[in-house]
Each structure stands twice: as C-alpha cells, then as structure tokens.
T-cell receptor, first 114, second 116 residues
Framework: DGGITQSPKYLFRKEGQNVTLSCEQNLNHDAMYWYRQDPGQGLRLIYYSQIVNDFQKGDIAEGYSVSREKKESFPLTVTSAQKNPTAFYLC?????????????FGPGTRLTVL | AQSVTQLDSQVPVFEEAPVELRCNYSSSVSVYLFWYVQYPNQGLQLLLKYLSGSTLVKGINGFEAEFNKSQTSFHLRKPSVHISDTAEYFCAVSTDYGGATNKLIFGTGTLLAVQP
C-alpha cells in the first residue's frame, strides 16, 4: 500500500540532545512537509521541500534542520536550540503539478523532552 | 496574509443530532479550502475540499461544506452525527502560488464531542 510512514511513534529526549524524526513516503510525491502541532494552536509549518536537495524554511524553522537527499525521505532533526520541542510532529507529502495538489499526512511522532 | 479562524474550540452534540463547525478565512486572492479530520494520536485525513465550481462540496463520512465568498466562510455540516465522528476537525486554506508549493494555513481546530 502506498503511504507515508513516520518513526518512531513516541520519542523521549533529554534536554540538550538532538533527535531525528524519520519520514518516508512511497507515493512518488515531489513535495514533502514537516508540521508541528501543539494543543489549541493547530498545525504550523516547520520546513518544506519541493525537490531533492532543496528545502525552504516554514513559519517556525528555528531550532530545526532537515535534509532531502532522496525523493522518498525527509528527516527532521530537532536540535538542542529548540527551546520547547515537546509536541506532536506530522509529516506530509504532495505532488507538485497544477495549481493545487492534496497533501497526505503520516501518522505522526510524539516527542517529549524529559 | 491569509488566516483561518475556527471560532469554536469544542462542540458538544448528542448522537444523531445535526452539527455545524464554523470556519472563516481571510485572503485577498482566490483560495482553496479544506477540512481535515484527526482522530486521537493519528495524522490528518482529508474530509473534503473546495477548489472551484459548485459551492456545496460533499466529502467522506456524510460531511459537506458550503463555500460562501461574500461571508468568507466554509462551514462544515453533517445532518446526523455518530459516536465515531468524535475527533478534531481542522479547516485550512491555500492559495495558488502560480505552481509553487501548496502551503496550507490551518485553523486552531474544533473538537467535536459526540455524546450518546
């Protein structure tokens, strides 16, 4: 089945540590996205990528980094510079043709900083 | 700049009753509008979308929404809800960036709580 996988589902981190969240898609989509979800705040865009080896900052990129070395993979690193990293992280992907293409979401990773 | 407002953070309703979840947007250009549903600890699933054409849009699970350009609204409705509809619902807007990435702006969400 085609879809988006995110791992791990739950992640615990100590303060001061970097962690990397995985996102893989087999939908052959061009664009991929990372969102952060906090209670009562909806989803906010962290980074997005339209093609391999290229990505752009979203609205809340500080303290995060990404890479796009392969079309199907878009890992997100939460660095120690992110002051409040505890949140639910969602990855999405879409085609990149025409005026609009639907974004498909993965199941999410819940990150908790201890 | 675009924005989305979901005025109701929580909507309690009894099973088999009708429901309306409100969404208003602001944008100076043509928009695309979406409703997503999120069940606990899961990702988002698209319920329905308005891109163009008929202003009444039908989606999955018996939901529908009406695009009202003059009132800049895109309210979600269902004539009879089930316990299984209990979830968080997000309204989102996107603009045609001339072929550039489809950036979505999300509202803060509405928790639909269906009671027996």
């Amino acid at each position: 089945d085609g879809g988006i996988t995110q791992s791990p589902k739950y992640l615990f981190r100590k303060e001061g540590q970097n962690v990397t969240l995985s996102c893989e898609q087999n939908l052959n989509h061009d664009a991929m996205y990372w969102y952060r979800q906090d209670p009562g705040q909806g989803l906010r865009l962290i980074y997005y990528s339209q093609i391999v080896n290229d990505f752009q900052k979203g609205d809340i990129a500080e303290g995060y980094s990404v890479s796009r070395e392969k079309k199907e993979s878009f890992p997100l690193t939460v660095t120690s510079a992110q002051k409040n990293p505890t949140a639910f992280y969602l990855c999405a992907s879409s085609l990149q043709r025409g005026t609009y293409n639907e974004q498909f979401f993965g199941p999410g990773t819940r990150l908790t900083v201890l | 700049a675009q924005s989305v407002t979901q005025l109701d953070s929580q909507v309690p309703v009894f099973e088999e009753a009708p429901v309306e979840l409100r969404c208003n947007y602001s944008s100076s250009v043509s928009v695309y509008l979406f409703w997503y549903v999120q069940y606990p600890n899961q990702g988002l699933q698209l319920l329905l979308k308005y891109l163009s054409g008929s202003t009444l849009v039908k989606g999955i699970n018996g939901f529908e929404a009406e695009f009202n350009k003059s009132q800049t609204s895109f309210h979600l409705r269902k004539p009879s809800v089930h316990i299984s509809d209990t979830a968080e619902y997000f309204c989102a807007v996107s603009t045609d960036y001339g072929g550039a990435t489809n950036k979505l702006i999300f509202g803060t969400g509405t928790l639909l709580a269906v009671q027996p």
